[in-house]
């Protein structure tokens, strides 16, 4: 059987740097940071008082009141990001086969915040179980994609991905191989998270996770620099529109980019920390580059896993420089989380729209707040420091990685 070719055709973003893809890419380029004190409730007895949030964002100027208060904020998030991609991609809707349009997403945590406020409500009552009817609905992960083909009438595939930070990588892998085996035409992907929440910004504290640099949050996340302390949480959405690509030169559509594969592999070694060596980093590269059909020395571009999390910078490192052997050094590598923090189930899809716009302006987003070179990673790595650097991309390889172990890989080509 041969495989069908797969098509970037529409983005939309919505992020801690800009509430549209093309806001996002500006934030980007020019080495903006997302993090800010925690408006979203009151952090000042926590350990990290500061997060990646989106900002400026009115629900209602995308979504009907009487609906919105029907989703939880993850759910809306993801909406937004999809209504944007699906403009961008300027599909026919009336057009389209909708059972062979899915809906593919990812999710790690899904509705936290909802899920909080209906417990606390409890533990606070008199012991009378008063539960929103719209509780369970609002809080499950699969929701998101739910909402998305409800609204649209797409009714092909339509679940949610979870593993963790992976999720929405995955999300992106399953819907690529829906299209390729010939099961969709289209398929909308991507991921969405909102745990900047009580119970979110707690949980990660209580497991030393994140960065207490309170008195700097703007330069807290910094990936690949020797004083960088933990992660830096962020929430929002990433969008893609996959399409077959006869299907989409047939209709005269914008290529962004070509999906050429998709890798997954698994540390099988503790629930949070990376094997030191990552072994499970190298295994999901190489499985990317031969899922793809694709040399190391094809690679241009990778944005990392990077989430500033002092085992796990060097780790992925580690692992580049044995995938890509000598030509590692000639690989612009960043990682965008330095600017957006860590966006969980969403980060795969946000830093994917990061890796194939950088292929379509020609420039590598950097890794801003980078002050001390840390000597357990090569000196020899373009680690893109920062600052925007100008580079021409034909492919480039996204890396996200998840709680449990989870690995997955994506690699995009620009189009022959």
Not at 96 to 119: C, D, H, M, P, S
Not at 338 to 357: C, K, R, Y
Not at 405 to 416: E, I, P, Q, S, T
Request: glycine share 10%.
């Amino acid at each position: 059987m041969e495989l069908k070719r797969v098509v970037v055709t529409g983005l939309g973003a919505l992020t801690p740097i800009g509430n549209t893809k093309d806001e996002y890419w500006n934030g980007l380029v020019n080495g903006k940071s997302g993090a800010a004190p925690v408006t979203h409730f009151d952090a000042e007895k926590f350990k990290t008082q500061f997060a990646c949030e989106v900002k400026d964002f009115n629900v209602t100027d995308f979504i009907d009141r009487k609906l919105a208060r029907k989703m939880d904020k993850f759910s809306q998030y993801a909406m937004v990001a999809s209504d944007e991609a699906i403009a961008d991609a300027k599909l026919d809707l009336d057009a389209l086969n909708k059972y062979r349009v899915g809906v593919i997403w990812g999710a790690g945590i899904g509705g936290l915040e909802t899920f909080q406020k209906e417990v606390l409500n409890f533990a606070e009552g008199d012991g009378t179980p008063r539960f929103n009817p719209f509780f369970i609905p609002k809080m499950i992960a699969d929701i998101a994609p739910g909402n998305i083909s409800i609204k649209y009438g797409f009714m092909g595939p339509n679940y949610t991905t979870v593993s963790a930070c992976a999720s929405s990588a995955n999300s992106m892998i399953d819907a690529l191989n829906n299209i390729r085996l010939g099961h969709c035409d289209v398929v909308i992907t991507g991921g969405s998270e909102a745990a900047v929440t009580i119970a979110g910004m707690g949980g990660f504290n209580a497991m030393h996770a994140m960065s207490t640099r309170n008195d700097s949050p703007e330069s807290a996340s910094r990936p690949f620099d020797a004083n960088r302390d933990g992660f830096v949480l962020g929430e929002g959405a990433g969008a893609i529109v996959l399409e077959d690509y006869d299907h989409a030169k047939a209709r005269g559509a914008k290529i962004y980019a070509e999906v050429v594969g998709g890798g997954l592999s698994s540390d099988a070694y503790h629930m949070t920390a990376p094997h030191p060596d990552g072994i499970g980093v190298v295994a999901v590269m190489k499985n990317c580059l031969e899922n793809a059909g694709l040399n190391p020395e094809d690679v241009d571009h990778i944005n990392t896993h990077g989430t500033s999390t002092p085992l796990g910078d060097v780790a992925e490192l580690k692992a580049i420089s044995e995938v890509f052997g000598s030509h590692a050094k000639n690989i612009n590598i960043n990682s965008t989380k330095s600017m957006t923090g860590h966006l969980l189930g969403a980060a795969g899809a946000i830093e994917a729209i990061a890796s194939i716009m950088a292929m379509e302006h020609g420039i590598i987003p950097p890794t801003i707040n980078h002050e001390t070179v840390d000597e357990n990673i090569d000196p020899e790595l373009n680690l893109t420091l920062n600052k925007a650097q100008k580079r021409d991309i034909k492919v480039a390889m996204s890396n996200t990685f998840g709680f449990g172990g989870h690995n997955a890989c994506v690699l995009f080509k620009k189009l022959d």
